[in-house]
């Protein structure tokens, strides 16, 4: 269209209530549409103008894998290690976006006195060692590994030996 730029995908002047812009997710590498929809409305009007493909948990293998990796290694149920993977994607969901600046946040609190205020400051340590169990093959040494390269130390990873090979492919 006239007013989009060259390297634009969708034109502006097109998307309209009668029909609102698709957003896809990619899966694989390929762009797939969802069997359902979530829609933005837009502000002004109260009317639907993109509609973004939700994902749907049951379509994604990636947990039966994950949970199937974690049974090999640890005397866990499918239950079990299916938890442990769930855990770990909500704490990567969590810190995905714009959480993690959050982390190193200080804080002042207010004393019992005019002019009396605690301070505390988060610094990052450094060099860090994470020495890991068997039973949690996936959570702890994920969730201690990301949180210390959230903070800006540099950690050195021990895995438990029964599970080290298994926790390598992991985190690759």
């Given at each position: 269209s006239i007013h989009s730029p060259p390297f634009a995908?969708?034109?502006?002047?097109?998307?309209?209530?009668?029909?609102?812009?698709?957003?896809?997710?990619?899966?694989?590498?390929?762009?797939?549409?969802?069997?359902?929809?979530?829609?933005?409305?837009?502000?002004?009007?109260?009317?639907?103008?993109?509609?973004?493909?939700?994902?749907?948990?049951?379509?994604?293998?990636?947990?039966?894998?994950?949970?199937?990796l974690i049974q090999r290694v640890s005397p866990k149920s499918y239950t079990q290690a299916l938890g442990e993977v769930q855990v770990t994607r909500k704490f990567l969901e969590n810190f995905s976006g714009d959480q993690v600046r959050f982390l190193a946040r200080s804080f002042a609190v207010p004393g019992n006195h005019l002019g009396q205020q605690s301070n505390g400051y988060r610094w990052p340590y450094g060099p860090v060692a994470i020495i890991t169990p068997f039973n949690f093959p996936l959570e702890i040494p994920l969730l201690q590994l990301m949180g210390a390269l959230y903070m800006g130390n540099k950690p050195v990873l021990k895995v438990d030996s029964k599970v080290n090979t298994y926790a390598f492919n992991i985190m690759l």
């Open positions: 995908t969708v034109a502006a002047e097109e998307i309209s209530v009668s029909q609102p812009a698709e957003v896809l997710n990619l899966v694989q590498g390929k762009w797939k549409a969802s069997s359902s929809w979530n829609s933005i409305v837009d502000p002004l009007n109260g009317y639907p103008f993109i509609n973004v493909a939700e994902v749907q948990e049951a379509e994604i293998k990636v947990e039966k894998f994950f949970s199937r």
